[in-house]
């Protein structure tokens, strides 16, 4: 409609929009560079996608409060079709009743004060194990590969109630399934070219890994099923809730299916397995290049244990670590786990500053640009824990400079569980061990750049050589 006013935009070129702009191993740097060029609201076509990019906490204020209500559907994109059941997951279900019941299910289960006291033993467990893992381990250890492992066993036994035998296949299929749906998909942006999203042969090696997950929760989801016959368990797990709201309705148009309770599985092993992970690795590759960071992290995580008889780190004196808090925020703020957060979608057309959006235009709130914004953070190219001193944005969605877990109906439903993940395990490897880079390599050498994904990961895995100082109490 030529009587719109859209939002400024570098020139489209034919077909393919702007596509060529976005060809960038970390697309939320290259939107920041236009953004500088073009203001925190860009308009751009990528394919035949008409989409909006906001950079500006002020901008991601009007779409995540503002206006909330209009943005808060999200496009259907190739890979949740997929591997999220034809959009049956949380993540990229459809604006409606049944993804706020789930929402709700999700947030009750896994976020609340109740829930995390009542998982709080799993998570310390968990971490002890790590610890003594990696105690005995006589080379250089993956770093990101033992947290990944770690998130993945408390998500799992927080989900399931239980561990299995068949764990490492499962958690190697969710990594494939998070690695295959990472990253622009070519079908998302030539939506009406079926035969496109067929040529890279993404979509057969996503089928392919679904069957694997299924099989695998299928198996577990029966188990569940096979001893909810015989009784009805008195501690109910994530899947017994999911089948108890299968088994009596609720309040859904449609029965919930074992593919809609296999969806919402998928995102919560995906929310909690990769993004705590990348968070703990990318705290402490900073740490490596900033040894007074490093220096006063540990001397506190230290102090706070080294007062007490059983010295081991518990949720409790987490809490009392604030300094070590402070560089998980600045991680947070630096190095987002996911710089783009989930795109969206406005459901009717509306006015932002001044520019009409369509309806059904994809929005991407480049929250990576929004955190190095100078007008909103001091020397934002740094890193700087202490910067957390006197601060009081809180990453929970209600300041807007400072949104890592997104904002408005469609915030993240894992904050609680991934930040107490993240802080537990890293104060746990601070107080146990001293660390260095394997391999005589220099800190100030560390490569620390970032592939785009789901998440944003280190492109180069740490490997680490710890050195046990404090072991485990038995
Ligand atoms: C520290 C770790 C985590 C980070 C940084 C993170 C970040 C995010 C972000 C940025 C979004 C998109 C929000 C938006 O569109 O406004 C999101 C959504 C979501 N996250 Fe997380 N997340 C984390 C942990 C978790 C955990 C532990 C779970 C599961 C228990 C989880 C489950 C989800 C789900 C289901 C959604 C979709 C919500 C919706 O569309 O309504 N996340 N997360």
């Not at 409609?1 to 596509?19: A, D, E, F, H, T």
């Not at 190739?78 to 299910?105: E, H, M, T």
């Not at 496109?196 to 099923?225: F, P, Q, W, Y």
Request: include cysteine; aromatic fraction near 8%; charge should be neutral.
């Amino acid at each position: 409609n030529k009587n719109l006013v859209l939002p400024p935009g570098p020139p489209k070129l034919p077909l393919i929009g702007n596509m060529n702009r976005l060809l960038h191993p970390a697309p939320h740097r290259a939107l920041n560079d236009l953004a500088v060029e073009y203001g925190p609201i860009m308009h751009l076509k990528l394919g035949f996608i008409s989409t909006i990019v906001v950079s500006s906490a002020d901008a991601a204020r009007e779409i995540m409060k503002t206006h909330d209500n209009i943005f808060s559907n999200r496009p259907k994109l190739v890979a949740p079709r997929i591997l999220g059941y034809n959009y049956s997951d949380i993540a990229f279900a459809p604006y409606g009743s049944y993804w706020r019941q789930l929402k709700k299910i999700c947030v009750l289960e896994l976020s609340t004060v109740k829930s995390m006291d009542s998982t709080r033993f799993i998570r310390e467990e968990e971490v002890k194990l790590l610890v003594e893992s990696v105690s005995e381990s006589l080379e250089p250890i993956n770093f990101v590969e033992r947290l990944f492992a770690l998130n993945h066993d408390i998500i799992t036994w927080i989900t399931f109630g239980d561990k299995f035998d068949d764990e490492l296949r499962f958690r190697l299929a969710i990594r494939e399934g998070t690695a295959l749906a990472a990253g622009f998909q070519i079908g998302d942006f030539f939506p009406s070219l079926g035969f496109v999203a067929k040529l890279t042969g993404m979509n057969r090696r996503m089928e392919e890994c679904l069957v694997e997950l299924s099989s695998i929760m299928d198996k577990r989801i029966e188990r569940h099923v096979d001893r909810r016959k015989i009784e009805k368990p008195q501690r109910e797990c994530l899947v017994d809730v999911l089948l108890r709201l299968q088994e009596a309705g609720g309040d859904l148009d449609e029965p919930l299916t074992t593919d809609n309770i296999k969806s919402v599985l998928l995102d919560v092993f995906t929310g909690a397995s990769e993004n705590s992970s990348n968070i703990v690795e990318w705290a402490m590759a900073e740490m490596l290049r900033n040894p007074s960071v490093m220096e006063k992290a540990q001397t506190e995580v230290r102090q706070v244990i080294g007062e007490k008889v059983n010295p081991t780190v518990e949720e409790t004196d987490v809490t009392k670590m604030s300094y070590m808090k402070m560089v998980v925020k600045e991680t947070l703020r630096f190095h987002p786990p996911v710089p783009l957060l989930l795109p969206r979608e406005s459901m009717e057309r509306c006015k932002i500053n001044g520019y009409d959006i369509p309806s059904q235009t994809r929005v991407v709130i480049n929250y990576w640009a929004i955190a190095r914004d100078p007008a909103s953070w001091k020397d934002p190219n740094v890193f700087n824990p202490d910067r957390f001193q006197n601060e009081t944005k809180d990453y929970r969605g209600h300041d807007f400079e400072y949104i890592p877990f997104g904002a408005g109906r469609r915030v993240c439903p894992g904050i609680s569980l991934g930040m107490a993940n993240t802080e537990l395990s890293l104060a746990s490897l601070l107080y146990h061990f001293d660390w260095k880079l394997a391999s005589g390599e220099k800190p100030q050498d560390l490569d620390m750049n970032e592939t785009f994904g789901m998440t944003c990961y280190k492109t180069c895995s740490l490997r680490l050589v710890p050195t046990l100082r404090y072991p485990i109490s038995t």
